[in-house]
């Protein structure tokens, strides 16, 4: 069984940057893809941006964040990251971590297995 611990959210002022972490237990195949996801109260969860292969990683992104997010990861520390800048009103929203096993380019959330609890990220005009 894969848990995945979401930290780093916050309030920020519209411009800054946020540097969202996501603690894996174990890595196993279970954590070939992994993916960030936000939503906000009423709409659907949303695809962010999802890395492809733990140990090599091919990063794709949405067009919302493209250009404005890095996601990577820490192999030692067994960790996902999703760095943000530029950050914009509109980001406000939990922003989950997920995992699964199958190895693609998965942008909707019913292609994970695994999901973390969420970290709320908060974006001040």
């Known amino acids: 069984q894969v848990q995945l611990v979401e930290s780093g959210g916050g309030l920020v002022q519209a411009g800054g940057s946020l540097r969202l972490s996501c603690s894996v237990s174990?890595?196993?195949?279970?954590?070939?893809?992994m993916a960030w996801f936000r939503q906000v109260p009423g709409k659907e969860r949303e695809w962010v941006a999802s890395?492809?292969?733990?140990?090599?990683?091919?990063?794709s992104y949405a067009d919302a964040m493209e250009g404005r997010s890095t996601i990577s990861k820490d192999i030692a520390k067994n960790t996902l990251y999703l760095h943000m800048n530029s950050l914009k009103p509109e980001d406000t929203a939990i922003y989950y971590c997920?995992?699964?096993?199958?190895?693609?380019?998965?942008?909707?959330?019913?292609?994970?297995?695994?999901w973390g609890q969420g970290t709320q990220v908060t974006v001040s005009s």
């Open positions: 997920a995992a699964t096993s199958r190895v693609g380019q998965i942008t909707t959330p019913d292609g994970y297995d695994y």
């Open positions: 890395l492809i292969g733990w140990l090599g990683g091919s990063p």
């Open positions: 174990a890595r196993t195949f279970s954590t070939d893809t």
